[in-house]
């Protein structure tokens, strides 16, 4: 959805939950209300059993408040900047009803949701973000998200930065995967061989905002995707939203430009 990251995961029986919800960095337009509701509907989801956000920045995180005005979500699940940043991307106006909503991620860990398995493969503490980086963006609080039915998964990246996947790299974090949401939105900031490497993609699938002023994505990402993974790459401002369905064997894509 533009420049900021929103993912739709609907399950075998109809259950359904989203990674981010997207948003715009200038504050405005309500995309939440705009985009992601329309969309939802579209699709015939009249509730969220989850939201899981990669973390507080605008782009990703501002489009719940339009969803919470809508469609009933069962828990938000949130990093370890605080829940008070992820408010501040809301916006205040229902702060108290929100608030209750907030559940921390927790690393290493799992759920199960109608088949579907959603692993929490890391999210940093605020403690450890501080001491890697002095000049912190928020980026590195990245939570990385793999959401797998069958042979099929796709791995969330947030915004996750290239010092964090040298990390996920010296733990042996297994991270292969069929389809890979790109590391800011294609930035040179990520996307390093090594980690393009260890998730071997099929597919990989890069969401920047048509003629954005961030140059995103950059040229030489996206040749490095190409070079090192192979992998059929798919960009929200030539190919508009991506849809994948599998029956957890097959997979098929399709783009609403094609």
Excluded at 7 to 20: E, K, N, Q, S, W
Excluded at 120 to 146: D, F, H, K
Excluded at 180 to 197: A, C, M, N, P
């Amino acid at each position: 959805m533009g420049q900021g990251d929103a993912a739709l995961v609907i399950t075998p029986h109809g259950h359904a939950f989203m990674v981010d919800a997207g948003g715009v960095r200038e504050g405005g337009y309500d995309i939440g209300r705009m985009v992601d509701v329309p969309y939802l509907l579209h699709y015939g989801v009249r509730q969220l059993d989850y939201i899981f956000l990669t973390h507080a920045h605008d782009d990703h995180a501002a489009g719940v408040r339009g969803i919470l005005g809508r469609i009933p979500v069962r828990a938000v699940m949130i990093g370890h900047e605080g829940a008070g940043e992820y408010l501040k991307a809301f916006g205040r106006g229902e702060a108290g009803r929100t608030e209750k909503l907030l559940a921390p991620l927790k690393e290493n860990t799992y759920m199960e949701l109608d088949g579907v398995r959603i692993e929490v493969l890391y999210s940093p503490e605020r403690r450890e973000v501080m001491q890697g980086s002095v000049e912190a963006t928020g980026n590195e609080y990245s939570n990385l998200i793999r959401v797998s039915y069958g042979d099929a998964s796709f791995l969330f990246t947030g915004d996750l930065v290239a010092a964090q996947e040298a990390e996920l790299l010296r733990r042996g974090t297994p991270l292969r995967s069929t389809v890979l949401k790109v590391g800011h939105h294609g930035s040179r900031t990520s996307s390093s061989e090594g980690f393009l490497q260890a998730v071997k993609p099929g597919w990989a699938v890069i969401s920047c905002g048509y003629g954005n002023s961030f140059g995103h994505p950059h040229k030489e990402i996206v040749q490095r995707i190409a070079d090192v993974t192979g992998a059929e790459i798919l960009r929200t401002d030539e190919k508009g939203a991506v849809v994948f369905r599998t029956d957890g064997k097959s997979m098929s894509v399709e783009c609403y430009r094609d």
